[in-house]
């Protein structure tokens, strides 16, 4: 169950994924409306009375891009012309998409990444100077 004293904002949520291994969104007690930002007041019917709600993990790759021309960050991390990353929307098996890196595929041969893909989230790739989710195949 989650901890709803926990508040609604980025901190909150890269510390659930960071140190409890779970992907957070807020559910709206109103309409049952998930969302995958932790936010303060439901995208749908604009109540206030959210509260923390516990994904899967699992996913699949809606679309994704191969990028090789990298920030420094992700230049400090391997990547770049001769190894490029992925990135993608990624839909929740709830239903909520995200935006995510995709790990584990092969950035030099796009071919061989394929749309509607299964994935799995991977908490442990958390940079804390530029958190973003992380995704690998299931
Ligand atoms: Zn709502």
Redesign the pocket.
Request: net charge neutral.
């Given at each position: 169950m989650a901890d709803d004293t926990k508040q609604f904002n980025a901190t909150s949520y890269f510390a659930y994924i960071k140190d409890e291994k779970k992907l957070m969104g807020i559910r709206?007690?109103?309409?049952?409306?998930l969302s995958s930002t932790p936010r303060t007041m439901?995208?749908?019917?604009?109540?206030k009375?959210?509260e923390w709600h516990e994904f899967s993990g699992k996913a699949k790759l809606s679309t994704f891009t191969c990028i090789s021309i990298v920030s420094v960050a992700m230049g400090k991390r391997g990547y770049g012309r001769d190894n490029p990353c992925c990135t993608g929307i990624v839909t929740l098996e709830e239903g909520p998409r995200v935006s995510a890196h995709i790990l584990g595929v092969d950035g030099n041969n796009p071919q061989s990444i394929k749309t509607g893909m299964a994935l799995v989230l991977d908490p442990e790739e958390i940079d804390p100077e530029d958190p973003a989710l992380a995704f690998r195949p299931a």
């Amino acid at each position: 169950m989650a901890d709803d004293t926990k508040q609604f904002n980025a901190t909150s949520y890269f510390a659930y994924i960071k140190d409890e291994k779970k992907l957070m969104g807020i559910r709206c007690r109103n309409c049952s409306h998930l969302s995958s930002t932790p936010r303060t007041m439901c995208p749908s019917c604009h109540s206030k009375d959210v509260e923390w709600h516990e994904f899967s993990g699992k996913a699949k790759l809606s679309t994704f891009t191969c990028i090789s021309i990298v920030s420094v960050a992700m230049g400090k991390r391997g990547y770049g012309r001769d190894n490029p990353c992925c990135t993608g929307i990624v839909t929740l098996e709830e239903g909520p998409r995200v935006s995510a890196h995709i790990l584990g595929v092969d950035g030099n041969n796009p071919q061989s990444i394929k749309t509607g893909m299964a994935l799995v989230l991977d908490p442990e790739e958390i940079d804390p100077e530029d958190p973003a989710l992380a995704f690998r195949p299931a």
